[in-house]
Every structure is written in structure tokens, then in C-alpha cells.
T-cell receptor, first 113, second 112 residues
Framework: NAGVTQTPKFQVLKTGQSMTLQCAQD?????MYWYRQDPGMGLRLIYY???????DKGEVPNGYNVSRLNKREFSLRLESAAPSQTSVYFC????????????FGSGTQLSVL | EDQVTQSPEALRLQEGESSSLNCSYT??????LFWYRQDPGKGPEFLFT???AGEEKEKERLKATLTKKESFLHITAPKPEDSATYLC?????????????FGTGTLLAVQP
């Protein structure tokens, strides 16, 4: 059981480049989330999807777009990367009998130069 | 404004030296308080959920308690493998049900 899988693990971009972070879960969870984690700050919610076909903004959505491709997959896109988007990005999911728990992926470390 | 504050930022213990981590919160109405463990280079891993003041939960050397203003994570006779960052998060009852507010974490180092 893989849980939540994120790709890539590491990425370096130049300012203005675009990229998509991929996330997939195999737990049949309804809800999926994208967080960013920066030193000295708590995990901050970028976007979430409460169910397939719906997405909503979190605390820090500017500069990002998301797609809930199907129940398993939730991608995060940076259209024009900026140095302020240098961070560690985590995908998470929640649902099923353990609805209270968030299950996190292992993260993507992104550097924007 | 809903807020979560964790202290200390970092804690160094000797193996077997018990201690507590603190999570203070300000929220309009508490739906749940969560503790997570995060190892370097990995995503947070769920430990506990607490729902009401007076509630306690235990797992091996860890015990989480909750009052109306704060939560404590007590670590009894810690081992080096307990070294990690411990994150606290709260879910407010009045806000979006999917929104958790995270603290900045306590970095725990247990030396043999």
C-alpha cells in the first residue's frame, strides 16, 4: 500500500518557468490537499479538493493552480515560478474510516532561482 | 484570529530524560487538535487527535493531553528514535471543515 505518492522529489526552476507537481493516493480518499512548508512557518494550505470535481482556495493560493484529475490524482501547477515559491510542498489526503487523519506524501523540495 | 503556538522551538534531551512539549491555541471553537511527527525529508505522520478538554491519548512513550487553551505532548523515557519534529494542528469548528492550522513545530533531539 503506497499511500500518497508525490513526484518529483526535487526540482530546480528558473524564475518564470512553469511546472506541475503530481500527487496520487491509493486509499480511495475523497479529500486531497496541497501544503507548503517554510522555515519558521507552519504548514500552510495552498488548495484543497473536498471531493472529485471540486477545488477550493486555501490560505496561500496566489501563483498556483490545481487540477483534481480523478479521485486518485491532484496536481499543483506553478505557471510562472517566482523565488518566493521556493519551499517544500506536501500533498495529503483524508477520508475513509480514519477520516480525521491527514496522510502526507514525502514532499517535493522546490528551488526557484 | 485562529492561531497555534508551539514551545519550545527546539529541545535536547538525554535518553531516558522525560519532558513535555507545549501547544497553545486560540480558536473560535475547537473541532479537534492533532499531533503529528515529522522526520527529516519526510511528510508528517499522524500521532493523535484530541477533541475535548480532559481527553488523553497514549502511544508507546508518548501521551497527549488537552485543556481549553493548550495541549501537551509528554515524552516518557525517550529514546534516540523519538528524535523528530513534532507538529500540532487545530481544526476550528466554525471554519471550513477541511482547514487545519499548524504550529511551527518542536524539534526534539534525544541523545544516547
Amino acid at each position: 500500500n503506497a499511500g500518497v505518492t508525490q513526484t518529483p522529489k526535487f526540482q530546480v526552476l528558473k524564475t518564470g518557468q512553469s511546472m506541475t507537481l503530481q500527487c496520487a493516493q491509493d486509499m480511495n480518499h475523497n479529500s486531497m490537499y496541497w501544503y507548503r512548508q517554510d522555515p519558521g512557518m507552519g504548514l500552510r494550505l495552498i488548495y484543497y479538493s473536498a471531493s472529485e470535481g471540486t477545488t477550493d482556495k486555501g490560505e496561500v493560493p496566489n501563483g498556483y493552480n490545481v487540477s483534481r484529475l480523478n479521485k486518485r490524482e491532484f496536481s499543483l501547477r506553478l505557471e510562472s515560478a517566482a523565488p518566493s515559491q521556493t519551499s517544500v510542498y506536501f500533498c495529503a489526503s483524508r477520508g475513509g474510516p480514519s477520516n480525521e487523519k491527514l496522510f502526507f506524501g514525502s514532499g517535493t523540495q522546490l528551488s526557484v532561482l | 484570529e485562529d492561531q497555534v503556538t508551539q514551545s519550545p522551538e527546539a529541545l535536547r534531551l538525554q535518553e531516558g530524560e522525560s519532558s513535555s512539549l507545549n501547544c497553545s491555541y486560540t480558536v473560535s471553537g475547537l473541532r479537534g487538535l492533532f499531533w503529528y511527527r515529522q522526520d527529516p525529508g519526510k511528510g508528517p505522520e499522524f500521532l493523535f487527535t484530541l477533541y475535548s478538554a480532559g481527553e488523553e491519548k497514549e502511544k508507546e512513550r508518548l501521551k497527549a493531553t488537552l485543556t481549553k487553551k493548550e495541549s501537551f505532548l509528554h515524552i516518557t523515557a525517550p529514546k534516540p528514535e523519538d528524535s523528530a519534529t513534532y507538529l500540532c494542528a487545530v481544526q476550528a469548528s466554525g471554519g471550513a471543515t477541511n482547514k487545519l492550522i499548524f504550529g511551527t513545530g518542536t524539534l526534539l533531539a534525544v541523545q544516547p
